[in-house]
């Protein structure tokens, strides 16, 4: 004799990825906010809050800093979708739960001003706070261009291996 045990679809915990598609006849089962808390789960250790969820108005939902600040990152979607408020979100989230963390925002079109009003801007040509990049900052290829429009090439022409050595003394000089 043998006993069968039958599992339900749904008893176990959330997973990420797609187990099991639907198939015509397939049974539909509404999400709930229990189901999106299961999904989007509680807040961790090096967790932060970057907002509600669409579909609930008490769901947060989290992102792992560490994860977030140390892999690759994008905020994407359409026109109007909301990535300026989400991104504004996220860096707010930062700033308030490690005190001390340092932003920088390259902001060419100055959308985020209004959100970070404390922030100290830098403006290029601007008399008050002029931005200023440390040449030591470039390599030497992006510092060739900057200063003199150069394209990368080979180091068969003189002066380009000339202006090379010049700058890597200098970078030195400076360094030490």
Do not use: Q
Request: charge should be negative; aromatic fraction near 12%; hydrophobic fraction near 40%.
């Amino acid at each position: 004799m043998f006993s069968l045990s039958v599992k339900k679809i749904g008893d176990d915990d959330f997973e990420k990825g797609i187990g099991t598609y639907p198939t015509i006849n397939d049974e539909v089962h509404l999400v709930i906010e229990k189901d999106l808390f299961d999904i989007y789960g509680e807040k961790g250790a090096d967790s932060i809050e970057i907002g509600k969820h669409s579909s609930s108005d008490n769901l947060s939902v989290y992102v792992d800093i560490h994860k977030l600040i140390l892999r690759h990152c994008a905020v994407l979607g359409s026109t109007g979708s909301g990535k300026s408020n989400t991104t504004v979100s996220i860096l707010k989230a930062i700033l308030d739960e490690y005190l001390g963390s340092r932003v920088i925002l390259v902001d060419p079109h100055g959308e985020y001003s209004s959100a970070f009003p404390s922030a100290k801007v830098f403006k290029i040509n601007d008399p008050a706070d002029p931005l200023y990049i440390p040449f030591w900052l470039m390599n030497f290829d992006e510092l060739a261009f900057f200063l003199v429009g150069a394209k990368p090439i080979d180091d068969s022409k003189p002066e380009y291996r000339l202006f090379r050595e010049w700058i890597t003394r200098y970078k030195k000089k400076i360094i030490n």
